[in-house]
């Protein structure tokens, strides 16, 4: 599991950037003097490129013919009980009550404008003044025949605004979507719910809509109506739970949440789940967002499905973008970043969690805003960029995701209606025990939708190549990091957690239809069965497989760690910690991890952990990336340690650059480091016994896995065609002259391909540098085999010449 900071001070204000309708001095009384109509914000503040104000200001040569109240009846008053909830937010039908009506001899009006002295209607060319009921509404009945195209002129004081009204249109959402979204099938999710700008009935605006099922009412604010949400509440669209609003005028850039009335009749401000875009933490307000990103990595997204990955080249550098070099922007992120992974070989970028989250100390792993990139680093537009930019620079992408649980911020899901909601209702399957947080319910099939279209949408709108999937374990079972009494057994008794399978198992199935090429990688430290197996195929255990393309292989990582920390004389104990991994080698796909998890929280970098001088710890360190990258698997390699950086990583300062900068020091010692993983993924990418069967048994054989008094350990590697490769990686920090090893008798000779003691990584450079011929000695079983010299702490490639 990620590890994670504390989370006590993480801030819980629940909005920041302004208290709940606190945006402007209290609400004056009707006498007093009025507040003007909400208008547009400067552009300045934010851009509105395509954002018409809400109201403007009505011409003096306006041809509408001044009308006054004359020939307009006073409306039917409302019934008690529909005002009473109208005013106070808490109105399944708002429409019902307002817009334009047709009744007996005409047509009714009804507005709501807190704070305007009037309310006009203009229509055909006329003017007519509505009657004031008093709590800012205004109504009346006009002797027309049907429902005229019509707008408003509100005034206030000695202004007079021209504004459309938001209820004459027809509902801006599909009959389809609402199906799907009751449905729970709803995979393209993120087009349906939240803001989304277009034009509507032939007006510009916002459709606003969110999934409320407990709110007896919801209302619309923003800073387009000073953060005052009475006038505009929504309208409930039958069962589904799901409430709609259309804003005319109200365009790309504008703030707003949602104003919720709870079942018991108290109010709640939130940000919107499905919000595309936010504020910069620790504001916490939502942006109305549309894209105007032009891809330009056709030749990728077309080419990266032609070859399966667990027959491909796969090497991981993993990022925290915030960090990786401190305060640049996604834009300048991606001047940097695709050219430096590009120059060490690495195949793909790991990004940690990017969705927006309101603390920075948690790496994003405690997410509040699940379709928004984080706004501390410029738009979601931006961070397109820079996807697009790493494709057009060959490399892939992949984005860790984090639905195993989210903060209880009080803005955000956290009983999000006044109910339960996201989160299950059962106490203890809701909170989770080791992060203060909240697990969701993933029996809820709004909440399966809300999650399985968020992993479609971060792959269908960004480009992104992969996701790892942060936690798995912690979903997966109901007894996770729980005592016994403090949880309860599914229905057949065990204790796994169904709905999470069937979860997991779905958003697997549908990113990888709806997504060709797109990797899905686990974060599961347990023997699960069947994480990478096929949903369809059924395990020992019962289960279907989880679906997963790749597994992290914690096991591998947790016993080669403990390996290398051991002083040479001891790890002759311990050699089986090396050669274990075998044995499971198989089981799954697997992804050798050396992620930010090991080289933080006191646990030392990687260089750190191995013992002995400095020139002993760094020869370790590149023997040991010698192994991994040789080992069956994928490799993934977390920032700054490919130039074994000897602090731990800190959030807030990101990798010492500086210890790459030769006035630093003439010796080689961690630009040394950095050409090796240079090497070592351009060997890699040119070596298909390396990968081309990483999930084939056939692909391996042992030369040496007993040598633990020489801590030696020797395999092969074979490609489709029975190419080979040797890996001699030896952990003793003393010189093997004359060491014998059986071979394959079809080579002539084999060659170096790489020695991580090169003089060039900071090494004695003790070489084999003229090919080495088999001779007809048996050894390791094998009729014919070669004497090599082995340097000290090394690992060293050969391949048959």
């Not at 249109?169 to 009959?175: I, T, V």
């Not at 004695?764 to 010299?789: A, C, F, M, Y």
Request: aromatic share 10%; hydrophobic share 35%.
């Amino acid at each position: 599991m990620t590890a994670r900071p504390p989370t006590g001070d993480r801030p819980q204000n629940p909005d920041p950037s302004r208290p709940a309708r606190a945006a402007t001095p209290s609400k004056p009384k009707r006498a007093s003097k009025p507040k003007p109509e909400p208008k547009a914000k400067p552009e300045s503040t934010a851009k509105r490129a395509s954002k018409a104000k809400p109201e403007s200001k009505a011409k003096p040569e306006s041809k509408a013919k001044p009308g006054g109240s004359q020939g307009v009846r006073p409306a039917r008053p409302l019934a008690a009980d529909d005002r009473a909830r109208l005013l106070a937010g808490a109105h399944h039908d708002p429409h019902a009550l307002l817009g334009a009506h047709s009744v007996r001899g005409g047509v009714a009006f009804r507005v709501l404008r807190p704070y305007a002295q009037g309310v006009s209607v203009l229509a055909d060319g006329h003017r007519a003044e509505l009657h004031d009921e008093g709590d800012g509404l205004f109504g009346g009945v006009l002797p027309l025949r049907e429902v005229p195209e019509y707008s408003l002129l509100v005034t206030y004081d000695d202004n007079e605004l021209k504004a459309e009204d938001p209820y004459r249109f027809l509902p801006a959402l599909g009959e389809l979507d609402l199906h799907l979204i009751g449905e729970g099938r709803h995979e393209e999710l993120w087009t349906a719910l939240g803001a989304r700008p277009m034009t509507h009935q032939g007006v510009p605006g916002t459709r606003f809509t969110l999934w409320a099922p407990n709110a007896l009412g919801v209302r619309v604010t923003g800073d387009f109506c000073y953060w005052d949400g009475t006038a505009f509440p929504m309208r409930s669209l039958g069962s589904t739970g799901v409430w709609e609003l259309f804003l005319p005028g109200v365009g790309e850039g504008a703030l707003y949440k949602f104003e919720i009335t709870r079942p018991d009749g108290s109010h709640t401000l939130r940000a919107d789940p499905m919000a595309r875009r936010t504020e910069v933490p620790p504001a916490t307000a939502s942006i109305v967002t549309d894209s105007h990103h032009v891809w330009q990595d056709d030749l990728w997204m077309a080419a990266r499905g032609d070859r399966p990955v667990h027959e491909s080249p796969f090497s991981v550098y993993e990022v925290h973008l915030p960090s990786w070099r401190p305060r640049l922007t996604y834009r300048q992120l991606a001047e940097q970043l695709p050219a430096y992974v590009r120059d060490l070989g690495f195949t793909h970028v790991e990004f940690l969690p990017v969705a927006e989250h309101p603390f920075g100390g948690s790496w994003g792993y405690q997410v509040t805003g699940f379709y928004a990139p984080t706004a501390r680093m410029g738009t979601p537009d931006d961070f397109r960029f820079l996807v697009d930019a790493l494709h057009r620079a060959g490399i892939g992408v992949i984005v860790d995701w984090v639905p195993a649980h989210f903060p209880k911020d009080d803005w955000a899901l956290a009983r999000f209606d006044g109910r339960t909601l996201y989160e299950h209702e059962d106490p203890s399957r809701s909170e989770h025990p080791d992060w203060g947080t909240l697990e969701f319910d993933y029996g809820r099939k709004e909440v399966r939708n809300f999650l399985v279209a968020n992993a479609t949408y971060w792959c269908e709108e960004f480009h992104v190549d992969g996701l790892r999937v942060d936690a798995v374990a912690s979903m997966l079972y109901l007894d996770y990091s729980r005592e016994e009494g403090e949880w309860s057994p599914n229905e057949h008794g065990g204790r796994e957690n169904l709905d999470a399978v069937a979860f997991l198992q779905e958003m697997n199935a549908t990113v990888y239809r709806r997504c060709p090429g797109v990797i899905t990688i686990a974060e599961e430290s347990t023997a699960w069965d069947g994480v990478t197996r096929a949903t369809h195929h059924v395990g020992p255990g019962g289960f279907g497989g989880l679906g997963f393309g790749l597994k992290w292989n914690m096991g591998w990582m947790h016993d080669s760690l403990g390996y290398v920390s051991k002083e040479p004389v001891h790890r002759k104990y311990h050699h089986n910690e090396m050669t274990f991994s075998m044995v499971y080698a198989y089981s799954e796909n697997y992804v050798l991890p050396i992620s930010h998890d090991e080289v933080v929280h006191g646990k030392s970098s990687l260089v750190s952990k191995m013992p002995g001088d400095w020139w002993q710890r760094r020869a370790t360190h590149r023997a040991y990336l010698g192994f991994m990258w040789a080992h069956p698997g994928k490799q993934l390699l977390f920032m700054g340690q490919e130039f074994a950086q000897g602090a731990e990583w800190s959030e807030t300062t990101g990798p010492d650059w500086w210890l790459l900068d030769p006035s630093y020091s003439a010796e080689p010692d961690h630009r040394g480091v950095r050409d090796l993983v240079r090497d070592l993924n351009t060997v890699y990418r040119d070596a298909p016994p390396l990968w081309q069967r990483d999930t084939d048994p056939g692909g391996f054989a042992w030369v040496a896995g007993d040598a633990a008094e020489d801590n030696v350990f020797a395999f092969l590697r074979h490609d489709a065609s029975g190419n080979p490769l040797l890996a001699v990686s030896h952990f003793s920090p003393v010189v093997r002259h004359d060491y014998r090893l059986g071979v394959p008798d079809t080579a002539s000779a084999w060659a170096e391909v790489l020695n991580t003691d090169a003089a060039r990584y900071g090494g004695g450079d003790i070489r084999n540098e003229d090919p080495l011929k088999p001779d007809s000695t048996p050894s390791h079983g094998r009729p014919v085999s070669i004497q090599l010299t082995l340097p000290p702490l090394a690992t060293v490639w050969l391949r048959p010449v």
